[in-house]
Every structure is written in C-alpha cells, then in structure tokens.
C-alpha cells in the first residue's frame, strides 16, 4: 500500500483525475492478456495487484514520478495499452502503474528522411492512420495494430505482417528518448547508424521496461508502395514449403509477407510482394518459380487476400470485448481455453528437425498441433497446441505445461530462443537464465548499474 503523502505527491505531478487508486482501477490495470490457464507455474504473479495507476501526459512528468519513486523505494510497471500475452505488465511486487495513454501523439513525420517521431503511448493504428494523410505507412503491422501502443511494441520487440520486408519492431527504431531509472531522461541520436560507441537503443529493445520508461520513439517509416501484389502457393507437404521459404530467403528475395501455414485443410505459403512495379513484378515471378520447384502449386491471389484482410480481426475482438475490462471478465471471455501458442526462434537448419522431436514429445500426451508456422523467415517457426479430442479435462492444463516446458527447453538445447515475438512477461521468466546463461549475468550486472534499487518493473527478465 502506499501511503497518502505519495499519493498526494503523484496528484501534485499529474492531477488528481491521473492518480487512480479504487479497486475497479487497480483491478483491471494489474494484468495484460495472459489468463492464469496459460500462465503455467506462474500463477502467484496474479495474485498482487498494484498499489496505484498514474496517467502522465508528458517526459518531465514521467521523470518526476520515476524520482518520487525512487526516493520512497516504490517499483514501477511502464504500461502501454495493456496488450502483451505474457504477463509483462503484472505487478508482481504491488507499486505503481504509470500508463503512457494520455502520451499519445504524433510529434513529427518527416516524407524525406522516412522518420516519424511518436509518445510512446501512440496506438499503432492511429500512427498508421496519421501516415496515411502524408502517403506513408509504418513497418511494423502486427494482429494488434488496432490496440498496442509504440512503445510496448518496442519493449517486446514485436513482429508483424510485413516483417519479410522490414523487420521486427526493434529493426525500425531510429532514436529513442527513455526515462532511466534515476528520473534523467536519456536520447539517442535520430541517425540510422554511427560508430562512435555502441547504439544504445538496443538496450530497451525487448528489455520490457527493466532499464527505464521509453516516453517517444523515431521510427522508422515508408511510403505507400507503387505496386501490391498477393500470390498464394500450396504444397503437399510443410517440409517442401519450408524448403522454398528458405530458398527464397537465400535468394535475397524479400516479400512484405512471408507466412508457410499448415493447418488440417493443408499447406499454404501466403506471400505479398510490395515496392516499385518493376520490383515487385520480378519478386513474384522469380518466388512462384521457386515455389513450382519445390513441389508448390499456385492457387491464385485470394486466399492470400482473405487471410490479409482478416489480420486484425483478433485484435479488433479483444477491443471490443475485452480491453479495459476487470480481470475476471477477460479471464471468462478467455474461458480457461485448453491451448497455447507457442513461437519459438532456430537456425533453419534445425527447424524441421525441431518439429519432428516436438511431435515426438507430445505423442501420447493428449496435446496436439493444429497449425504449424513460420512467420516472416523461415527461423522463426510457431505451434498451435490443443487438447486431443476427449483429453480435455482437470488434468490437460497439466499435461499441456509439460509439454511446453518441454518444447521451449529443446528450441533452447539445439541453439534457438524460446520466443521470438511477445517477450518473456512472467509466463517464461523462470527459463531466461537457462538459456541465456552467462548473458544473464550481463543483464543483472546492467540491472545493478542503471537500477540497483530495482524499482523498474521487478520481477521481468528475471531480474
């Protein structure tokens, strides 16, 4: 709990209507995403919720809290649109929440440098429609383009649509002004490289907060491209589309989407090509050439189109139905569904036969896949598990978290990361030692350095 003469002191920051300490408040603030089905081990995360949300409107307001903080020893949780799926913005030490909404604006768009300048509590889709006006558009272009926030993209260093092309989010970040853990606000150069001195951009890149409060980003963006082009090729088998992802990767060929999905009605390698019309008329000509060689056959540009028009929709549902709402409401909508996804990152050499231990493991365990997946490259490959038919029962949940324990950790053992697109939240906490071994005792050391009270969203990175 905190006492009244924070409370008071975070009023005197940001208004009294900016503090908010009721329980309705404090309730629906205290979670993201991840329900307590898929939280596997890491259910007592729930169990806190904080002790106060504060809306900031502004950097030196957020440097003011983050000081106030420091001097009553009292952690912090950055929140951006409350979207993640790994539990990243849970309280688990109680404190206070400080939401970026109200930082939401869009400071600058320059058409000659492709460099938007954003708050980092700007929603993706209105960074989006705000670029429209100027015949720009940005690089990252996941499901929750209509409910994630820059700066949480950023933190999880989140993967999108159009990642073939442009990257991760990471990959899009140009500069970056943070509040560090101290209340100074730091800012890095607005250039796309330099040499003098490591670019530390990269340290609050999927770091979820454990460094500072990233407050603005440049980023980088791009017009709208003179051609559009959806093509679709299916295949009898995953390993074949696999085959020609990787192929076309070695190629130098870089669609805007680039997503090999095998579901119970087959295999389908979605690919949208974008860019100047020469461009893109030879990108699709020389991948679907690709595609015939490994055994794939073209069927047209529709069912790519249906699955692109219908790529925000779940992120449109969770809007609609669950943003905001108490915890219990998001947790029933959810209804203790009986599965996961998991998205694990490996050397392409080692995909395939990645896939056939995972099978391996889960024969005879009542967990099954129901879509495998690579998502923008052919090394990063992910996995729909179910429950078999009638394995459905107080015992699933069980089963169903020792097979994930299982998967991630042998992504880990043949040299690959367990996550390559939400970050690590709660939910894989417990296995980021393992697999970054002594790198993890590089971040603990910058932990001590930039944060040795350990006010910065405790608990993540398993920091």
């Known amino acids: 709990m905190l006492d009244s003469s924070t409370t ?22 205290s979670a993201d995403a991840l329900t307590p089905f898929r939280a596997f ?15 900031p409107g502004s950097t030196k307001e957020v440097s003011e809290i983050v000081a106030l903080a420091l001097r009553r020893q009292t952690p912090l949780v950055p929140y951006g649109g409350g979207t993640g799926v790994m539990g990243g913005t849970l309280p688990v030490r109680g404190g206070i929440i400080v939401d970026l909404g109200r ?53 999880t260093n989140g993967v999108g649509y159009r990642a073939a092309a442009h990257g991760p989010m990471g990959q899009q970040v140009v500069a970056l002004e943070v509040v560090l853990p101290d209340g100074s606000v730091m800012n890095t150069r607005p250039v796309p490289k330099y040499s003098s001195g490591p670019n530390l951009n990269q340290l609050f890149i999927g770091s979820e907060g454990v460094f500072g409060i990233i407050t603005r980003a440049t980023v980088q963006v791009y017009r709208f491209p003179e051609a559009q082009v959806f093509a679709t090729a299916s295949f009898d088998n995953f390993d074949r589309g696999f085959g020609a992802a990787a192929e076309l990767l070695a190629l130098g060929v870089r669609p805007a989407l680039l997503d090999l999905t095998e579901e119970e009605d087959g295999v389908q390698l979605f ?31 529709g069912p790519t189109m249906a699955y692109w028009k219908d790529r925000h929709e779940s992120g449109l549902n969770y809007k609609r139905s669950a943003l905001g709402q108490p915890r219990q409401v998001r947790w ?11 998205h694990v990152g490996l ?20 967990v099954r896949v129901v879509e495998y997946a690579i998502w923008s490259r052919p090394e990063l490959f992910s996995m729909l598990l179910v429950a ?7 015992s699933f949940r069980d089963n169903l978290a020792g097979v994930v324990e299982q998967v991630l950790s042998l992504a880990q053992d043949m040299g690959g990361v367990m996550e390559y697109c939400h970050g690590v939240g ?38």
């Open 8 to 29: 008071q002191s975070l009023a005197k920051i940001v208004g009294e209507a900016n503090v908010l300490t009721g329980p309705y408040d404090l309730d629906r603030y």
């Open 103 to 155: 930082m939401n604006r869009v400071l600058a768009v320059n058409p000659t440098d492709l460099t938007a300048e954003v708050e980092a509590g700007l929603v993706l889709q209105d960074l989006a429609e705000k670029l429209a006006e100027q015949g720009l558009m940005p690089g990252h272009d996941p499901y929750s383009v209509p409910i994630a926030t820059v700066g949480g993209a950023i933190s």
């Open 271 to 301: 690919l949208l090509f974008e860019g100047f019309w020469e461009g893109v008329a030879a990108q699709e000509q020389r991948s679907m050439q690709v595609c015939q060689r490994f055994g794939g056959r073209a069927t047209g540009s």
């Open 332 to 342: 029933d909508l959810a209804g203790g569904r009986a599965f996961d996804y998991l």
């Open 347 to 366: 050397p392409i050499s080692k995909v395939l036969e990645y896939r056939r231990q995972c099978d391996q493991i889960m024969a005879g365990s009542g």
């Open 426 to 463: 709660v939910k894989l906490n417990h296995l980021l030692a393992r697999e970054m071994g002594v790198g993890h005792d590089v971040l603990r050391a910058l932990k001590r350095a930039l944060d040795p009270a350990n006010i910065m969203n405790p608990g993540k990175l398993g920091l």
């Open 41 to 55: 081990g890491a259910e007592r995360a729930f169990e806190r919720l904080a002790d106060a949300v504060v809306r």
């Open 388 to 394: 078999e038919p009638g394995a459905a029962g107080d």
